[in-house]
């Protein structure tokens, strides 16, 4: 397993040290879940959620109706940085 | 007098951390603030000036919500979850945010960025995990009931190694607004109590529909503390004897099955029932879960709240260095994991065929459930281990949840009450699962374990 690559598609900036410790236990834990590979599910609908019978049939639709929102100071209050009513960020190149 | 109440914990809680630390943070000035809505308030309300402890991944709007990671350090949550909104509601006091593992990835409690939580009854060894921190908030008699969130087990085993309840409700019983996402479709909100009465009485608070979590199921909620009872005469119990099998620690067995017997002797039925596909729970739950959060912790990149990494001169360089600095190592083992199970040409080889393979485990649980009214298994093939034991080794922490995680796959309720002390007097914990909406018989089963097979030893920090 190419753990530098898959580093790079989870937006982590690994060390060696890191790609050292995780290779091998990653490639562990993958040996452990492809046990699943004796099942037989050729003819099984995969399971999308948790949801019960009851959930299914809950109505999740709304009146579309204007609620009260975080509103735009809170909203900013958490960022690390903000300015003029924005998010700010370092450039991008 | 509700402050004294209130004030008597915020006491525990502060004098027993030092040695457990079980709480992030204490929320005197909120405690207080709550203390004057409630003066003012007339009336008795159903947990009027109830003291609760509240895992730190759930929302509790202007206090600190940190998933015990450095990512979320200092985040202040802008609002309540639901949970929290009805316990105020009801007159509860929220008196702290519990250590939990990062981002509740993990079984110890050893992944918290804050330090590993220690168990009360003997603080060399690990509380479970990840609620762990609001199981020995309970254990210790800080508080009689706290929240926590499972998504394979993260309630009920810490409740098992702490010798209390812990309770996962039906999916979708509990709003999950405002509980911060790990693999979504498998989180629920918990409850712990110091017994199966506090519990319910929690649950009859907080469950029901929420029209911001479109998963809650429009459900009726019953009183479930005025359910309990004790009457299981005519009740039927299956028991998956294949399940117990390796790897499960003697005194846990023997403890188990006397209290099988003692239910059998109360009048219970026991049948022997199989789950086929039980076992291969924990790899589909690791295919699931990490693919589930590989998504879900996408949205920490240092834009609109919590850490971002200083040393960073542009955009993309800023998501890698505050991702990698701000995730500890279990957190970015399970997105890299969930990352590479949805990478292209992978896809269908882990994700889809672990969502086949979970069908297979709920069906186990509906064929098992039509001849029985609850299943019987221990809650953790062990008692609390030591605090480093099992650290190193990823797989051999993830096999501590091979009784609980299925419950979680099939969406089904599932409880876990003491049921005797090892030889090494740490406490052990039962299971019972039971099908959708059947939270009322699974209390009231706890609540006869609690009683016919009563544990009088306290753990040895204990406040009071």
Redesign the interface.
Known sequence: ?D?RK??K???????DA?VE??TP??S???G??E???E?D?SD????????????E????I?DDVVLAS?GQE??L?????AVSGH?Q????? | MVSSIINRSLDDAERLNPTLNSFLSVEREHAAERLDVLSNTSGQLPLHGYPIAVKDNICTNGMRTSCASRILENYRAQYDATAIERLNAAGAVVIGKTNMDEFAMGSSNENSAFGTVKNPWDIERVPGGSSGGSAVAVASGVVRAALGSETGGSVRQPASLCGIVGLKPTYGRISRYGLVAFASSLDNIGIFGQTSADAAKVLSMIAGRDERDATSADVAVPDYESALNDEIKGKTLGVPRALFADGLDNDVRHAVEGTIDRLKEQGAEIVEIELPNARYGIAVYYIIATAEASSNLARYDGVRYGFRAEDADELRQMYFKTREEGFGSEVKRRIMLGTYVLSSGYYDAYYSKAQKVRALVKQDYQKALAKCDAIITPTSPTTAFRIGERSDDPLAMYLSDIYTVSANLAGVPAISVPCGLSSERLPIGLQFIGDFWSEGTLLNLANTVETIVPIEEKPAIFAE
Do not use: C, W
């Open positions: 397993m753990v898959i580093a598609l989870a937006h982590l900036d690994i060390t890191e410790m995780y236990q990653l562990q834990i993958v452990y879940v046990q699943l590979n099942i599910t099984i609908e995969p399971m999308l959620g948790g949801l019960t019978a009851e959930g049939k809950t109505d999740s709304r975080l809170t909203a209050s958490e960022a690390p940085s998010f960020v370092p450039k991008v190149l």
